[in-house]
């Protein structure tokens, strides 16, 4: 079985998704670069997958948004074939606030994103790289979080529950395609310096956080990249339905 080496991550544009795009780069993988608003981020993350000798194909889709994503798999399925890798990266948080202030919209919203659309991606990917479907076999990273086992009062609960549904459903689907060529399993990320902070009203939370982690500093990106690029590579052969924490002791 010879797993093609093409790999799509989501919301590639910036963040832990460009991280993970460079770092599958330098492990020998082709990379879709998605995004949803910031076309001249992703095509800089694709320029700098090209200067690492791989091919990138940039692809705009919102992943909450069920057409969107069948319609980047069709491009992908032109333009490529069949993938062997997703990184389920793209996810939003929202202002800080307690669940008593929030809104409906405000959850219909994460959890069209955070949940369902990390769910499409992966049922996408399942039909493309399970031996059940004529795949080659495969492997699927979700991007987790620790506020789904800390809770997040007080900042967003909703986010935390969104990130628990990723958890369990990196146990179960991993359990359901074990015999089936592919490896589902998260990474787990803490507080990591990265622009999504910003989103909940709280840009320097990598700085203002770090007291609240054992090793007393925030994670970077490419530190979660690096566990992701591991459970894509044959070193994970016996590794699915699991989540590595990537918290700095957290
Ligand atoms: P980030 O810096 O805000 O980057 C998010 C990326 O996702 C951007 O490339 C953005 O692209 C894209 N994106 C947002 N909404 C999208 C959508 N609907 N469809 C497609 N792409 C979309 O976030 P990050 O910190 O790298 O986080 C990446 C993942 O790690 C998320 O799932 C997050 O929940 C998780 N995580 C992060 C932390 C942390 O401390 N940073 C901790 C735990 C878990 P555009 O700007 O082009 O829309």
Redesign the pocket.
């Known amino acids: 079985m010879s797993i093609p080496r093409i790999a799509l991550v ?8 460009a991280a993970c795009a460079i770092r599958l780069a330098d492990a020998g993988w082709d990379i879709v670069v ?5 076309a001249d ?2 095509a800089r993350v694709a320029a700098q997958v090209r200067e690492r000798g791989r091919r990138a194909l940039v692809v705009q ?4 948004d069920e057409a969107a994503v069948l319609a980047m798999f069709a491009t992908i399925d032109r333009e490529w074939g069949r993938i062997g890798a997703l990184v389920n ?5 929202d202002m800080k606030a307690r669940l008593d202030e929030m809104t409906t919209a405000r959850w219909r919203r994460m959890f069209d ?2 949940v369902i ?1 990390t769910m499409l991606c992966a049922r996408e990917a399942v039909r493309r790289m399970s031996t059940r479907h004529g795949g080659q076999g495969g492997g699927i990273v979700n ?1 987790a ?3 789904a086992v800390l809770g997040a009062p007080g900042m967003y609960v909703d986010y935390a529950a969104s990130k628990g549904a990723i958890d369990t459903l990196t146990l179960g689907l991993g359990r359901e395609v074990a015999t089936e060529g592919v490896r589902v399993n998260a990474v787990r ?4 310096d ?4 910003a ?1 909940s009203g709280d840009p320097q939370r990598a700085v203002t956080g770090a007291a609240l982690v054992p090793m007393q500093r925030a994670g970077t ?1 490419m530190e979660c990249a690096n566990a992701v690029a591991w459970l894509l590579s044959d070193e994970a052969s016996y590794v699915t339905g699991t989540v590595v924490a990537v918290t700095g002791g957290r």
């Open positions: 989501t919301g590639a544009s910036r963040g832990i998704g998605n995004y949803a608003r910031d981020a992703a889709a919102d992943v909450g990266n793209a996810g939003i948080v994103v955070n659309g991007l979080s620790a506020a990320p803490g507080i990591i990265t622009e999504l902070h989103m990106a």
